[in-house]
C-alpha cells in the first residue's frame, strides 16, 4: 500500500522534473490569481457576515466581557469533568472511530432518558443521531430536508443561526413577530408576555411551507413556550402537513416554576417533529460539542444520509463522558441530587443579580423564564442619542451594542487613569 502510494507520487512529481520548478511554480501562482470564475457558490450569498465573528473581535479589541453568546464561566460538575478525565485516560479504544451515528452507550442511554419524557419507545439505532454540537445537527437537519423554494416558518426574536441555514440549503425564510404585552405600571415584564398572534401565525402557512422551526426556552428571549401555545403549533403543523424542527438545547434552564414541555410529546407530532438538544447546554460543557436529534426513522433516515456524507463521525471520547453524565443523571433525575435541578437553582440567582445590575444603568428588562438570557428595551436611549455611528441599514441595536463596548471602555479608561 505504501509502495504504490509512494509510486503514485513519483509519477504526479515526474513533469516538475523535467522543467524548471521555478517557472512552473509562477505560471501557476498567476493562473490562481487571474482566475475570473465566481469562487463562492450562490448558497453564500447574504450570509458571509456573522454577530458573533464580528462581536468576538470588538470585545478583544475592547477587553470587554462577552455577555452576548450562551456559554457558562463556571466549570461544569465535578462528575462531568471525571467522566472526560477517564474518557481521555482509560479505554485506549475511545482514541479511535465509534459508530458513526453515535458512540452506542451514548445513544442507548438518550433512547432511554428522552423516550421517557417523550413518550415514546426509540430505537438508538434509528430514532437517535449525535452530532458536533446542537449547531450541527440543526445543519444537518436543513440540508437534509429543505428543498429549492421550500419555505421555513421562524419565530423572532430568533436563534441568528436558522436564518442562513434556511438559505444555505434554498430554501425561503418566513418569519412571524411574538409580541409583547404592556407590563404593569412600575414592575418588569416577563419573558413569557411575548406572545404568538395565532391568527398571524396560521396566516404564514401556505402549500410551500416545509419547517416550523421552535426553539423553546427561547434564545434570545428566554421564554417558555406553554402547553396551549405549543398545542396550537401542533394543530397547524398537522392541519398543514408541515415539518417541526424543535430546538431544544435549554430544557434544564426554566425557572420561577415554569415546565418545559417538548412538542414531539404532544399527540400527532412524534411523527413530524425533530428534537434536538445538547450536552454542552445540560452539563455546561459547551466546549465539549456533543449534540443530537431524535426523532422517527423516516425522518432521520436522510439526515443520516448527510451525516454520512459530511463528518461522518464525532469525537468518541468526548460521547463517551456524555453517555457517562447521563447514567449517572438518569440515576439521580428527579432527585435533589440531581444536576438538571441544581443547574436552574444556581443559574437563577445569577438572573436575579443581572436583573439587578442591568436596571441599575436604567435598562427596562424582561424577566426571563429560561435560557441563559435577557432582553433589554433600549427605546428611551434611542429617543435620546438617535444617530449612532453605523451604517444607515444596520439594526439600532447592534449599532448601541458597538458604541457601548468602544465609548464605555474608553470613559472606564480615562476614569481610571485620573486627571493630567
Given at each position: 500500500m505504501f509502495r504504490s502510494a509512494a509510486a503514485l507520487s513519483v509519477h504526479l512529481m515526474w513533469p516538475l522534473w523535467g522543467r524548471k520548478a521555478g517557472a512552473s511554480l509562477t505560471r501557476c501562482l498567476h493562473q490562481s490569481l487571474t482566475m475570473t470564475k465566481r469562487l463562492q457558490a450562490r448558497r453564500l450569498d447574504g450570509i458571509d457576515q456573522n454577530l458573533w465573528v464580528e462581536f468576538g473581535k470588538l470585545t478583544k479589541e475592547y477587553d470587554v466581557v462577552n455577555l452576548g453568546q450562551g456559554f457558562p464561566d463556571f466549570s461544569p460538575p465535578d462528575f462531568a469533568t471525571q467522566a472526560f478525565q477517564q474518557a481521555t485516560s482509560g479505554n485506549f479504544m475511545l482514541n479511535q472511530y465509534t459508530r458513526a451515528f453515535g458512540y452506542p452507550p451514548l445513544t442507548n442511554v438518550l433512547a432511554s432518558f428522552f423516550g421517557k419524557l417523550l413518550g415514546q419507545e426509540m430505537d438508538p439505532l434509528t430514532n437517535v443521531l449525535v452530532t458536533v454540537g446542537a449547531y450541527g445537527a440543526l445543519f444537518t437537519a436543513f440540508q437534509a430536508l429543505v428543498d429549492e423554494g421550500d419555505e421555513v416558518i421562524i419565530m423572532e426574536p430568533a436563534f441568528d443561526c436558522y436564518e442562513p441555514m434556511t438559505m444555505m440549503a434554498g430554501g425561503c425564510p418566513v418569519f412571524v413577530t411574538l409580541k409583547p404585552s404592556p407590563a404593569p405600571k412600575g414592575k418588569l415584564g416577563a419573558s413569557n408576555d411575548w406572545q404568538l398572534d395565532p391568527a398571524e401565525l396560521a396566516s404564514k402557512f401556505t402549500p410551500r411551507t416545509k419547517i416550523l422551526v421552535l426553539n423553546t426556552p427561547n434564545n434570545p428571549l428566554g421564554k417558555v413556550f406553554s402547553r396551549m401555545?405549543?398545542?396550537?403549533?401542533?394543530?397547524?403543523?398537522?392541519?398543514?402537513?408541515?415539518?417541526?424542527?424543535?430546538?431544544?438545547?435549554y430544557q434544564w434552564l426554566v425557572y420561577d416554576g415554569h415546565q418545559h414541555v417538548s412538542i414531539a410529546s404532544l399527540p400527532g407530532m412524534w411523527d413530524r417533529t425533530l428534537t434536538i438538544g445538547s450536552a454542552g447546554k445540560s452539563f455546561s460543557a459547551t466546549g465539549w460539542k456533543v449534540g443530537w436529534?431524535?426523532?422517527?426513522?423516516?425522518?432521520?433516515?436522510?439526515?443520516?444520509?448527510?451525516?454520512?456524507?459530511?463528518?461522518?463521525?464525532?469525537?468518541?471520547?468526548?460521547?463517551?463522558?456524555?453517555a457517562q453524565c447521563f447514567e449517572r443523571e438518569q440515576q439521580h433525575f428527579g432527585q435533589p441530587s440531581s444536576y438538571f435541578l441544581q443547574l436552574p437553582q444556581a443559574m437563577e440567582l445569577n438572573r436575579d443579580h443581572m436583573i439587578r445590575?442591568?436596571?441599575?444603568?436604567?435598562?427596562?428588562l424582561w424577566i426571563s423564564q429560561g435560557s441563559y438570557f435577557l432582553i433589554a428595551d433600549i427605546s428611551d436611549f434611542k429617543s435620546k442619542?438617535?444617530?449612532?455611528?453605523?451604517?444607515?441599514d444596520e439594526p439600532y441595536d447592534r449599532r448601541f451594542a458597538k458604541w457601548m463596548i468602544k465609548n464605555m471602555v474608553r470613559e472606564s479608561w480615562e476614569k481610571a487613569a485620573g486627571p493630567g
Amino acid at each position: 500500500m505504501f509502495r504504490s502510494a509512494a509510486a503514485l507520487s513519483v509519477h504526479l512529481m515526474w513533469p516538475l522534473w523535467g522543467r524548471k520548478a521555478g517557472a512552473s511554480l509562477t505560471r501557476c501562482l498567476h493562473q490562481s490569481l487571474t482566475m475570473t470564475k465566481r469562487l463562492q457558490a450562490r448558497r453564500l450569498d447574504g450570509i458571509d457576515q456573522n454577530l458573533w465573528v464580528e462581536f468576538g473581535k470588538l470585545t478583544k479589541e475592547y477587553d470587554v466581557v462577552n455577555l452576548g453568546q450562551g456559554f457558562p464561566d463556571f466549570s461544569p460538575p465535578d462528575f462531568a469533568t471525571q467522566a472526560f478525565q477517564q474518557a481521555t485516560s482509560g479505554n485506549f479504544m475511545l482514541n479511535q472511530y465509534t459508530r458513526a451515528f453515535g458512540y452506542p452507550p451514548l445513544t442507548n442511554v438518550l433512547a432511554s432518558f428522552f423516550g421517557k419524557l417523550l413518550g415514546q419507545e426509540m430505537d438508538p439505532l434509528t430514532n437517535v443521531l449525535v452530532t458536533v454540537g446542537a449547531y450541527g445537527a440543526l445543519f444537518t437537519a436543513f440540508q437534509a430536508l429543505v428543498d429549492e423554494g421550500d419555505e421555513v416558518i421562524i419565530m423572532e426574536p430568533a436563534f441568528d443561526c436558522y436564518e442562513p441555514m434556511t438559505m444555505m440549503a434554498g430554501g425561503c425564510p418566513v418569519f412571524v413577530t411574538l409580541k409583547p404585552s404592556p407590563a404593569p405600571k412600575g414592575k418588569l415584564g416577563a419573558s413569557n408576555d411575548w406572545q404568538l398572534d395565532p391568527a398571524e401565525l396560521a396566516s404564514k402557512f401556505t402549500p410551500r411551507t416545509k419547517i416550523l422551526v421552535l426553539n423553546t426556552p427561547n434564545n434570545p428571549l428566554g421564554k417558555v413556550f406553554s402547553r396551549m401555545e405549543l398545542e396550537l403549533v401542533a394543530n397547524l403543523c398537522q392541519q398543514h402537513d408541515v415539518l417541526c424542527i424543535s430546538d431544544e438545547v435549554y430544557q434544564w434552564l426554566v425557572y420561577d416554576g415554569h415546565q418545559h414541555v417538548s412538542i414531539a410529546s404532544l399527540p400527532g407530532m412524534w411523527d413530524r417533529t425533530l428534537t434536538i438538544g445538547s450536552a454542552g447546554k445540560s452539563f455546561s460543557a459547551t466546549g465539549w460539542k456533543v449534540g443530537w436529534v431524535m426523532g422517527p426513522d423516516n425522518i432521520m433516515k436522510h439526515l443520516r444520509t448527510v451525516h454520512q456524507n459530511s463528518i461522518f463521525h464525532c469525537p468518541t471520547q468526548a460521547q463517551a463522558a456524555v453517555a457517562q453524565c447521563f447514567e449517572r443523571e438518569q440515576q439521580h433525575f428527579g432527585q435533589p441530587s440531581s444536576y438538571f435541578l441544581q443547574l436552574p437553582q444556581a443559574m437563577e440567582l445569577n438572573r436575579d443579580h443581572m436583573i439587578r445590575s442591568l436596571q441599575s444603568v436604567g435598562l427596562k428588562l424582561w424577566i426571563s423564564q429560561g435560557s441563559y438570557f435577557l432582553i433589554a428595551d433600549i427605546s428611551d436611549f434611542k429617543s435620546k442619542m438617535p444617530d449612532l455611528p453605523g451604517a444607515e441599514d444596520e439594526p439600532y441595536d447592534r449599532r448601541f451594542a458597538k458604541w457601548m463596548i468602544k465609548n464605555m471602555v474608553r470613559e472606564s479608561w480615562e476614569k481610571a487613569a485620573g486627571p493630567g
